[in-house]
């Protein structure tokens, strides 16, 4: 299983009413990390016949987070079927998790703008 992950920074515009990282920007850096990790482990040739759209998201949070903080965000996939796969993000404050999601995504063909079956050689790479 390939993990993939990157740190971010909590900034002001991230912040709600609350003062504490929005839900809705913990489901954009479940997007982001998600297609930076696509998108460094595949190539122009691939992207131009095949992507990724969501079926699902599932977010647990768990702590909140705010203005200054230091995230490390985590991303892997852990199976596929078909078209589909499941991937998991999980978001950390000083080690602890704070946000865990689960995300189903189906493979869409360019060709025809149908679902495709995930090809094995894009399944060993995550």
């Known amino acids: 299983m390939e993990v993939f992950e990157k740190t971010i920074v909590v900034e002001e515009n991230h912040l709600d009413d609350l003062n504490h990282v929005n839900n809705v ?3 954009q850096w479940v997007q982001d990390i998600s297609k930076d990790h696509w998108l460094t482990k595949t190539n122009d040739d691939v992207n131009s016949k095949m ?8 977010l647990d949070y768990k ?3 705010f203005l200054g903080d230091q995230l490390r965000i985590k991303t892997f996939v852990t199976n596929y079927k078909g ?44």
């Open 51 to 58: 992507y990724w759209v969501v079926r699902s998201h599932h």
């Open 83 to 126: 078209p589909f796969s499941e991937r998991v993000v999980e978001i950390y404050h000083q080690d602890r998790i704070v946000v865990k999601a689960t995300s189903n995504w189906c493979l869409i063909s360019r060709e025809n703008d149908k679902p495709m079956k995930v090809p094995s050689d894009l399944q060993h790479l995550f």
């Open 63 to 65: 702590k909140q987070v």
């Open 25 to 27: 920007v913990f489901l």
